[in-house]
């Protein structure tokens, strides 16, 4: 089995001396038989994970990893997305996934647990994500997809390397009308990478990416009077409403590296980018948002490999520093969906800055220490020009510590085992101080502390060419986020403390030549332990929308040149959908399909073609569950069995 290293704990080294929870996919997982136009298609085999919404491109996918998430009523919360060394998620803690390429990705990494010493703010858990530069792939691309539900998707790629100079480029164009009403998006993406070599050592990268996304429909939540009567139709309100949202977002990032800067390497990373949003919520009154943002970071990493006495010693030290500035709006909308007076006008201003260190320390040949430390000093500020309610405006400073501590011991050369520990934090975002009693900052609301604990087993048994990983975790939080409804808003408050206990397996099992199982397996427990209101207690209730069992399986079967098949089965385990545990979403299973087929037309030409079967049995699900939600308006229903084909031409 080939040596794998993992960069995703940002200090590159090989997975069997990494001493934490890290899964990752490589291009083959990413892209075979998949429409790659949704993380979970991949992500669904990495254990302790979850994803939901894959259908409502208005509200975006909600990533749960070990629980750290869970809480999204959109977009994404408490996880670190990394795409090329670019933060996706902003110094407030939200992040967005609309700008990301699957088409272009070569290789996914997760990190499965609290990350804050070496990612800052709102790492739970980290998805790093690194798409294609024309070195490894080079070559021209044409791919188009149609299938159910007024699928179309086509994809342009080209790529290659000629003496000092790589480039890769991607541009994809998506449009789906949708399974249910109200559900239509239409969306561009366009994603390129130019490297040029400065030497031996060193390296100079421009990436751009661009995004334009003039449509995506909210169908909104029903009740469930509403689904048993059609769970195609959109809620009342998003239809009378024409509830969603369009955006407009440009990037631009440049990083250096000099892997001989002195007696060690060193990189450097700049990125700016400007985002227009504009959305209709699916409920009358102060209902159409919008904002204009600037968001621009930059990070320094040296890295170093010396002796600490005669123990070898490898270690990173860096800053990231970062900031965002929305230009916020919010007006009043009435029931015909007329767009009324202004009601809200604020610059909200976010800035992040970290410092941070992280050491591997080889005690024997097969012992690794591994210690990391992380200062973060964030400020959130509101600048109120809408005056006519009083000055909302206000300013909040969280200066947070974080720390991990890991030893691996790798008692053969591919076997290991490993304990951690460490720390992370989460401040409320922007959205999440929102005051239910008026405007400025909610002064109740605190970020939230993480504490985890985990222990694990990896390696590959050479008879049966098995791979596996196991872990064992519990993670306990203090001052947990939780969202609650009032009059179809969202707010948040603290919820005490909860714990989060579990066991991650994930099997890779190459059964024949041709036959291969992958498996993915968690069973964990996610409870308040202390959670009380002026009104009611939830202490030793489950935290909603989070299934305590998930299973995937796929079993491949890989025939000569690119003919293959892959059967997959889901069991998602139950789940609730409120705080009080009222409200019992069940479970089930669903069985996805995928079969495709490669044939050489020339030297440099060949043919590829593919389909697609999701939900092959048609099990009634849901798609997403909002949690706590009004008038009892929690399910997102998910379609009934869908087809998709491709058509794929490389030259």
């Known amino acids: 089995m080939a040596t794998l290293q993992v960069t995703a704990p940002r200090l590159s080294r090989e997975l069997y001396a990494t001493p934490a929870a890290v899964s990752t996919l490589d291009r083959e997982a990413i892209a075979q038989g998949q429409q790659r136009t949704r993380l979970d298609e991949a992500l669904v085999r990495v254990p302790g994970m979850f994803l939901q919404n894959r259908d409502n491109f208005a509200q975006g996918q909600r990533i749960s990893i070990r629980g750290f998430g869970a809480r999204a009523p959109f977009g994404v919360r408490g996880i670190t997305v990394m795409v090329d060394g670019i933060p996706y998620t902003l110094p407030d803690g939200q992040a967005q996934l609309d700008a990301i390429d699957l088409d272009s990705a070569e290789r996914i990494e997760v990190i499965r647990g609290p990350s804050s010493v070496l990612y800052g703010n709102a790492a739970g858990g980290v998805i790093d994500i690194t798409t294609a530069d024309g070195r490894d792939n080079p070559g021209s691309s044409v791919r188009t997809e149609v299938g159910s539900d007024g699928y179309r998707k086509a994809v342009v790629q080209t790529g290659g390397a000629q003496g ?22 239409e969306k561009y993406l366009l994603n390129a990478k130019l490297r040029r070599e400065l030497g031996s050592d060193r390296a100079l990268t421009a990436i751009i990416n661009l995004l334009e996304n003039p449509r995506s429909e909210d169908p909104g939540a029903l009740n469930a009077g509403e689904v048993a009567r059609g769970r195609d139709q959109a809620a009342p309100n998003s239809l009378a409403l024409d509830a969603g949202q369009n955006v407009d977002q440009q990037l631009i990032g440049l990083q250096y590296e000099d892997l001989s800067a002195g007696p060690g390497a060193l990189y450097l990373k700049g990125f700016v980018a400007q985002r227009d949003f504009e959305q209709q919520l699916p409920y009358v009154g102060d209902s159409r948002i919008g904002y204009q943002r600037d968001y621009l970071g930059a990070s320094a990493e040296y890295h170093h490999e010396v002796s600490l006495g005669s123990l070898p010693l490898s270690y990173i030290t860096g800053v990231d520093v970062a900031r965002q500035d929305d230009e916020r709006f919010r007006n009043a909308v009435n029931g015909q969906g007329v767009v009324g007076e202004q009601l809200a006008e604020e610059t909200q201003t976010a800035t992040s800055v970290g410092v941070f260190a ?17 200062f973060d000093s ?36 591919q076997h290991q085992v490993y304990v951690n520990t460490g720390t992370a934090f989460e401040t409320p975002t922007f959205s999440e101080f929102a005051n239910p009693v008026g405007g400025g900052f ?39 986020l939780v969202p609650y409804d009032d009059g179809g808003r969202t707010f948040y408050q603290n919820a005490g403390d909860t714990d989060r206990d579990g066991i991650e397996l ?6 024949a030549d041709q036959w291969r199982l992958d498996s993915a397996l968690t069973l964990a427990s996610y409870e308040f332990d202390r959670f009380t ?42 789940m609730v959908a409120d705080n009080a545990n009222e409200t019992e979403v069940d ?8 079969v495709g087929d490669g044939w050489q037309l020339g030297s440099d030409t060949r043919l590829n073609a ?8 048609d099990e009634e699900h849901y798609a997403n569950v909002r949690l706590n939600g009004t008038f009892g308006r929690f399910y997102e229903p998910a379609p009934d069995r869908s087809v998709y084909g491709g058509l794929a031409l490389h030259f």
């Open 164 to 185: 000092d100079w790589s480039h890769h480029v991607s541009f994809s164009a998506l449009n789906v009308d949708g399974y249910r009403e109200q559900s239509s998006t």
């Open 358 to 374: 992280q050491g591997d320390l080889a005690l024997t040949e097969q012992v690794t220490l591994s210690l990391g430390a992380r």
């Open 378 to 413: 964030v400020e959130l500020e509101v600048d109120d020009r809408y005056l006519i309610d009083g000055d909302q405006s206000g300013e909040q400073t969280f200066n947070e510590w974080s720390g991990s501590a890991g030893l691996s011991y790798r008692y053969r050369p």
């Open 442 to 480: 909610n002064p109740s609301v605190s970020p939230q502390k993480a504490w985890n604990r985990e222990v694990g087993a990896r390696g590959y048994i050479a008879p049966l060419a098995m791979d596996y990983d196991l872990t064992l975790f519990s993670v306990r939080v203090r001052d947990e």
């Open 506 to 511: 994930a099997l890779g099992w190459q059964l």
């Open 533 to 574: 209101t002026p009104s009611e207690s939830f202490g030793g209730n489950r935290i909603p929308g989070l299934p305590e069992q998930t299973w995937v399986n796929q079993l491949t079967w890989q025939g000569l040149d690119e003919r293959f098949a892959t059967l997959e089965t889901q069991y998602v385990g139950d």
């Open 587 to 594: 479970s089930y299973w669903l069985v996805n399909l995928r």
């Open 610 to 617: 593919y389909v697609g079967v999701r939900n092959l049995f």
